[in-house]
């Protein structure tokens, strides 16, 4: 019987050799990546390479994949994680540990563009309602992560704006990761005891919460002012204001590719932010 290579441990596991004018290409078209330094370059080639022995994708609609695009996905799949810890908290011996943040799923699917996706909705008399909803990505628990290929592509435009997609949607994985069956995420990951010195998981947490729940609170606020009085709104992309799960994965989508502005916009959560996804340092 022969398994599937990504069931192997990773001691056992070659990851492609990727193609060095491919990765140069990817890593020049995206500023944010361009921005690394020569090493964290080299770490994120390495991660990226496992990241593709180790997920599937699959092209909808008839859409073919290529290296050139599974790369692409792979190197801002993993950039949140260039610098955080295993999710077991420790210290971390290999690099490649860092994606057992990522081991609840295989699958990524790919669109040519936003997906229809059947919804419904119970109002205030308990009328259910359906309808459809676009979606340019989607992550779900234990379950595969659908990327809009068009958006993908935005990502150069967009990063001075703070908007990523596949940042979005691979940090509502780390989200998600250790979550129960049934539980939904809250934009709070699991942490560490040593978190910012709290010395607990329970002191993180609360430390956490505390300094997203202001920032959220305070960014619906000038949302709501900008709304009603024609405000200029504010800089980080107003999806942000509607759970703050989407709050956590917004303003991360500006924290790694537009840094020095969502510092201006969000010290403490900057801060906050440097905790948990540069644990290592």
Request: include cysteine; proline fraction near 5%.
């Amino acid at each position: 019987m022969t398994l599937p290579l990504r069931w192997l441990p990773r001691r056992w596991r070659k990851a492609p050799t990727l193609d060095h004018e491919m990765w140069s290409e990817i890593v020049l078209r995206h500023g944010f990546l361009r921005r690394l330094t020569d090493t964290e370059q080299s770490d994120l080639k390495r991660l990226s390479g496992q990241f593709l022995l180790e997920k599937e994708y699959f092209g909808a609609h008839d859409l073919i994949i290529t290296d050139h695009m599974a790369l692409t996905v792979a190197a801002q799949a993993c950039l949140p994680l260039l610098h955080m810890r295993p999710p077991s908290g420790r210290l971390r011996k290999d690099l490649l540990q860092v994606l057992d943040w990522y081991d609840d799923f295989v699958g990524i699917v790919i669109q040519p563009g936003a997906a229809l996706a059947r919804r419904q909705r119970a109002d205030a008399a308990g009328v259910v309602h359906q309808f459809d909803e676009a979606l340019s990505g989607e992550a779900m628990d234990r379950g595969p992560v659908m990327l809009s290929w068009d958006d993908v592509m935005a990502a150069p435009s967009t990063e001075d704006r703070g908007s990523n997609l596949v940042i979005h949607e691979f940090v509502h994985k780390i989200d998600m990761r250790g979550m129960h069956l049934g539980e939904a995420p809250d934009g709070a990951p699991s942490l560490m005891a040593d978190f910012w010195d709290t010395g607990s998981v329970t002191n993180a947490r609360r430390l956490w919460r505390s300094t997203m729940s202001e920032a959220f609170d305070a960014f619906r606020e000038s949302l709501s002012r900008a709304e009603r009085f024609g405000g200029e709104p504010p800089w980080l992309d107003a999806y942000a204001a509607t759970h703050p799960a989407e709050f956590f994965s917004v303003a991360c989508e500006a924290y790694f590719v537009n840094r020095d502005q969502f510092g201006q916009e969000f010290p403490s959560v900057l801060k906050l932010f440097d905790g948990f996804f540069r644990a290592v340092n």
